[in-house]
Nanobody, 115 residues
Framework: QVQLGESGGGLVQPGGSLRLSCAASGSIFRANTMGWYRQPPGKERELVATISSAGSTNTADSVKGRFTISRDNAKNTVYLQMNSLKPEDTAVYYC?????????WGQGTQVTVSS
């Protein structure tokens, strides 16, 4: 089994920054992909960014240049540095780990961008 614990969400003003963290525990295999998804109010869940254990990244066009995904393999932790936040970034942010054909999700953390 795999457990994911997210932290770092909160309320921030437009133009501000937040850093999300997600730590994975349990049966973690060396080869995996971790990522961040978000679900804005009343909308479908969408990809934000993913990163493989080898360091390959995939980032949504809507956040390119503002959000950066990174990971620490030794800690099984993925980070999302979010800069220049906009009101439309308001959403519940979910961490996901994919390995051996299975997906595991965190419980989500709320990010609210508002003045």
């Amino acid at each position: 089994q795999v457990q994911l614990g997210e932290s770092g969400g909160g309320l921030v003003q437009p133009g501000g920054s937040l850093r999300l963290s997600c730590a994975a525990s349990g049966s973690i295999f060396r080869a995996n992909t971790m990522g961040w998804y978000r679900q804005p109010p009343g909308k479908e869940r969408e990809l934000v960014a993913t990163i493989s254990s080898a360091g390959s990244t995939n980032t949504a066009d809507s956040v390119k240049g503002r959000f950066t995904i990174s990971r620490d393999n030794a800690k099984n932790t993925v980070y999302l540095q979010m800069n220049s936040l906009k009101p439309e970034d308001t959403a519940v942010y979910y961490c996901r780990l994919s390995q051996l054909g299975s997906d595991y999700w965190g419980q989500g953390t709320q990010v609210t961008v508002s003045s």
